[in-house]
């Protein structure tokens, strides 16, 4: 088979062999679903970028993000990508998951997929959260400080928890790194793997509609 | 013929005549088949394909830490000695007033360029003021707003005195 041949029976087998007709047009529920996964490859794609020129010690993550902004070309646009798409895909998660509650999609035999959308509500939040603690500015020092001195209330398993998440209590260089692998390696490998699994359930269950 | 029509027959003409002087044009004879359809495709994988390394292009820059044209912020020393305590100097080499604080000696460099549309800003002595001649904006010497339209203070630079050469880089302290 030539190498167009097998790229195309890739893509071929990346969909399913047939779809509800209903689901092929434009509806007033948007595709919320396949509009969450459009952000996140955004994300993706403007995060690598970003990468190339983000600095993440306390004294230069500042420093380098103003770099990015002012000087770095196109730099401005490709943040602004990111931020945006970020915050869009937050409330199309949100709107998803209203979505899929209000058509009853999460019961039998899709309560499994509701767990697993659940997770990915909860990473999709963790991970817009570290990208706002990235900039270090007032701001994220405040809610880095907040949300550490939040994790340490938890009875028992608080200090090592925050530690865990957060890194060392003392701001430092070791803290913005912890969340830097969070926001850019961890959180979303694991929105990957749960987000194959989510549209493989998707594929195994049944698609539910209206999409 | 209605109006209508004839206004789409002279496009349509227009449009023919112009597709098949790009036709016949001796470049394109040579790089695409005289069909119409393969004509298009070739058109528009030519065009896919410019866009595509454009983008890449503006990957590249952002990569390579290439200024992009942009002017850096520097200039000499000596400039420095001019500095009356107080008293704003325009440095237009670098888009910025500087100053020296009476109260500790220590420099301050503002961006010459007002928050709300980016017209350069003038200092006025007698009023000690930064006026923005465009909206009439005005800024006080530590670039905090004293009147509208603009909302923000003027960024500070950080200064960087080097083998006799001083150099303004981005905006680490943020507008108060």
């Given at each position: 088979m030539s190498a167009k041949g097998s790229f195309s029976a890739l893509l071929l087998h990346v969909h399913p062999h047939s779809i509800p007709e209903e689901s092929s047009g434009l509806r007033f529920t948007w595709c919320l679903g396949g509009l969450a996964l459009w952000f996140f490859l955004i994300e993706t794609v403007t995060g690598l970028l970003l990468l190339l020129r983000y600095?993440?010690?306390?004294?230069?993550a500042y420093l380098s993000i103003q770099d990015i902004t002012h000087i770095a070309p196109y730099g401005f646009f490709i943040r602004n990508v990111h931020y945006w798409a970020g915050q869009a895909m937050v409330v199309v998660v949100v709107l998803h998951m209203i979505r899929v509650f209000i058509t009853h999609s999460f019961r039998s035999p899709r309560e499994f997929n509701w767990i697993i959308g659940m997770l990915l509500l909860v990473f999709t939040v963790l991970v817009d959260f570290t990208g706002y603690i990235l900039v270090w500015d007032d701001r994220s020092f405040w809610a880095w400080t907040i949300a550490r001195n939040l994790a340490e209330?938890?009875?028992?398993?608080g200090s090592i928890f925050a530690g865990l998440f957060?890194?060392?209590?003392?701001?430092?260089d070791f803290n913005l790194i912890r969340i830097y692998v969070w926001h850019v390696v961890l959180l979303p490998g694991l929105m990957a793997g749960l987000m194959a699994w989510h549209f493989w359930r998707v594929r195994k269950d049944g698609i539910s509609r209206p999409l | 013929m209605s109006g209508t029509e004839a206004g789409r027959h002279w496009l349509k003409t227009r449009v023919e005549a112009f597709s098949a002087s790009l036709i016949h044009c001796s470049v394109f004879m040579k790089m695409v088949s005289l069909e119409k359809r393969s004509f298009l495709t070739t058109t528009v994988k030519w065009i896919l394909g410019a866009v595509g390394i454009s983008i890449a292009g503006g990957i590249g820059l952002f990569a390579s830490f290439h200024s992009g044209g942009k002017k850096t912020r520097e200039f000499p020393?000596?400039?420095?000695?001019?500095l009356v305590p107080d008293v704003p100097l325009h440095i237009p080499e670098a888009s910025a007033w500087i100053y020296r604080k009476s109260s500790d000696g220590s420099l301050v460099a503002l961006e010459d360029?007002?928050?709300?549309?980016g017209c350069r800003q003038k200092w006025n002595p007698e009023r000690n003021l930064f006026e923005c001649p465009c909206h009439g904006s005005e800024f006080d010497l530590s670039g905090?707003?004293?009147?509208?339209?603009?909302?923000r203070a003027l960024p500070k630079f950080h200064l960087i005195v080097e083998n006799g050469t001083v150099r303004l880089t981005g905006f680490p302290q943020k507008p108060s």
């Open positions: 600095v993440p010690t306390l004294s230069a209330t938890i009875p028992i398993a957060f890194g060392p209590a003392e701001a430092g | 020393e000596e400039m420095l000695r001019k360029r007002c928050t709300h549309l905090d707003v004293k009147r509208g339209p603009a909302s």
